[in-house]
């Protein structure tokens, strides 16, 4: 069987205009979907008045996030893997390359073969 270049070649640019015919699709879909979103919550708002626009919003109490960050890791967790406990969450440290390489080992040496 006989392959024209000219053929394929033509093919190929059929595939790559579809390929953006399509992105440039979902991309205007997207954009009307963030303007109607945003319109709608505009809609929503109360309109500000010229004495709130003037005056300098005062600083608020200060707010721990913390907890409201474990409810979503918490919630995604449960999402995606179903009921579990989560144990310890804590800022990342760095440790450095000595407990990269010991992860890695760990990690390659748990699937040894046993010796029998």
Do not use: C, F, N
Not at 7 to 32: D, F, H, N, P, T
Not at 90 to 102: F, L, M, P, S
């Amino acid at each position: 069987m006989e392959t024209d270049i000219g053929a394929l070649s033509w093919l190929s640019l059929q595939m790559y205009g579809l390929a953006i015919v399509i992105s440039l699709v979902v991309a205007v879909v997207i954009k009307l979907i963030v303007v109607v979103l945003s319109m709608s919550s505009r809609r929503g708002a109360a309109p500000a008045t010229a004495k709130q626009m003037a005056s300098p919003a005062a600083p608020g109490p200060a707010v721990d996030h913390a907890q409201d960050d474990i409810a979503a890791i918490a919630a995604a967790v449960y999402a995606l893997v179903g009921a579990h406990r989560i144990v310890r969450i804590q800022e990342a440290v760095e440790h450095g390359r000595a407990w990269t390489a010991e992860g890695r080992i760990l990690h390659q040496t748990s699937h040894q073969p046993r010796k029998r």
